[in-house]
DNA sequence: GATAAGTATTAGATAGTCTTATAATCTGGC
DNA sequence: GCCAGATTATAAGACTATCTAATACTTATC
């Protein structure tokens, strides 16, 4: 049963006529006829009279052109509602991203985003490194903000920058005031690493095995700020992304020392889901994002 | 756009697999998955995210799914409503007559269609001949009950009986206690006739012009009833269907006299389009009229 | 990384619908 | 009662859309 067939109905019952009813739908007279005999073979009613001119609408043809009517608008309605529902979810960017990357950098970046897209939407969400890529996989966010971001064939990667990696601890540690922090240093140093899980750790370790170093690892966390938590109640020291302790560093909170391993940086990334297009609105926040890591300058100026 | 899409649709959604969908619609999965992608090309929207296995219904599917939902459940409603209309009209007789037979014959038979067809509904409306042959002829009723029914090429006749004509006159007119009249009889008397444009009115002219009787009509009326009325205050005599008169003759309000004219009678006939075929119910109440008029003495002593 | 399950694609067959041309039908006027 | 004009029905063929079957591809799970 044609939709189009019935509205074909509607049209001829409402023009009291069979060749109007045909052109308002953009047919010939011939095709108004057969439609209207298989609408009333296939319902096993008659629905117009044709045995008098202009045709008389049976009571069964007029309880079902109301029906009808209904049914048409409501059709009309389901596709306004979906188009309003697409013009929502296409207007929406979801966001998720790790903590220290999103509290951060991410959020300012949305400020600016929603300034220059007013209409625009953004999610922005705080995870877990595995749970961004999680979230991204099932498609319940659009993009992902990470570091480290994994290789994989359903996932396409934009990187964004390289974090320079700084020795970090407390003011009154014995390396507090130096100007550089040599590997050696760190030998036999109480160490607040990252969990053995994730790829920072790891990046880490194989760092300091490259230098022959070997630290006393006594605490583990699976994110940033419990690590600068620790080193701050003098638990031990560590290295981190050099971007996540400015403010600490400004405040003296926490000592924050350039570290002479250059091969050791951490690459923050953009994932998203390489078959799903994109909206134009999640490809602009992808570009904006880009813009601002190509600029670090400025936009640490900015800040 | 077709209704059996959105049916699928549906199906495929609540069973969340393409291939049940297809099954329940006795269709292939091929079948399915072209036709959820003509859907969502027709729509412009993606419907379903096939990325994962089994699939995601995005937002727009799941709003569209629900307005389909309601849109086939409406159709279903629509289907069934004019399922009960098209019921109520085919056991529905709509009759239409004139005054002179409905009110006496045709309400008795009526009764008697009624109790051999509980379920069956008789519309019975009394109208002037003319209305009656309007009625039938527009569709507005099933059947027509009427005097002189009249040739046409979208009716069928179906004839009753023949109806005896009698003299009818006051009590007291000079002619009330003959036991036959003849023709000549009236010759000048006071005459209450039928309107001109009736056809019992020409056929009344024609038998007294063919026995040489002129008459003085001095009113002209359009029913029986009026013309018995007339009759009672002494306004003049006429002629008359014996049945019309029987029950005035058995309380000796009127003077009813069998007349010598044997070829004056009365064709008493039902009418119904040609062109539309008879519902079993219209079928049935045409035969029992028939019946009905086939055995005169029965029905008669039965009333 | 292999296997199993599910979905997409392709090509050809089939069924429906459309158009044009023509026939049938209805209405209203003479 | 019949004819002209208008309207609807029918017939035949072209065209479109949908289906099936076979097969390729993708996803998930072990």
Redesign the interface.
């Known amino acids: 049963?044609?939709?189009?067939t019935l509205r074909l109905y509607c049209d001829v019952v409402r023009h009291r006529s069979f060749s109007r009813g045909a052109a308002q739908n953009v047919v010939s007279q011939s095709a108004a006829s057969q439609a209207m005999q298989q609408l009333e073979a296939e319902?096993?009613?008659a629905l117009l009279?044709r045995?008098?001119r202009p045709f008389?609408v049976?009571?069964?043809g007029q309880?079902?052109y109301e029906?009808?009517r209904?049914?048409l608008e409501?059709?009309e309605?389901?596709?306004a509602?979906?188009?309003a529902?697409?013009a929502?979810?296409d207007g929406t960017v979801r966001v998720a991203a790790i903590y220290s990357v999103g509290l951060h950098d991410v959020s300012r970046n949305v400020q600016r985003f929603m300034s220059l897209y007013p209409e625009a939407r953004v999610q922005l969400e705080c995870l877990h490194p595995h749970k961004v890529v999680e979230a991204v996989v099932?498609?319940e966010a659009d993009v992902g903000i990470m570091s480290y971001p994994p290789a994989d064939r359903?996932l396409a990667i934009v990187p964004l920058r390289s974090e320079q990696m700084a020795f970090v601890c407390h003011p009154n540690h014995r390396l507090a005031r130096r100007r550089v922090v040599m590997p050696a240093d760190l030998n036999g140093e109480t160490f607040v690493a990252f969990d053995a899980g994730l790829t920072i750790r790891k990046a880490i370790d194989r760092a300091l095995r490259q230098h022959n170093v070997k630290v006393n690892t006594v605490m583990e966390f699976d994110n940033i700020e419990t690590i600068k938590q620790a080193i701050i109640i003098a638990a031990g020291v560590s290295i981190l992304p050099r971007r996540t302790v400015q403010s600490e560093a400004s405040t003296r909170t926490l000592a924050v020392v350039p570290l002479s391993i250059t091969d050791l940086a951490r690459p923050v990334g953009l994932i998203h889901?390489r078959?799903?297009p994109l909206t134009p609105t999640v490809s602009r926040f992808i570009q904006l994002l880009k813009d601002a890591n190509e600029e670090p300058i400025r936009v640490a100026a900015r800040s």
């Not at 049963?1 to 189009?4: C, K, P, Q, Y």
């Open positions: 049963m044609h939709l189009e319902l096993g009613v009279d045995t008098k008389v049976t009571p069964e309880a079902f029906a009808c209904g049914l409501s059709w309605k389901a596709k509602e979906i188009a529902v697409k929502r979810v099932q498609g359903t889901r078959q799903k």
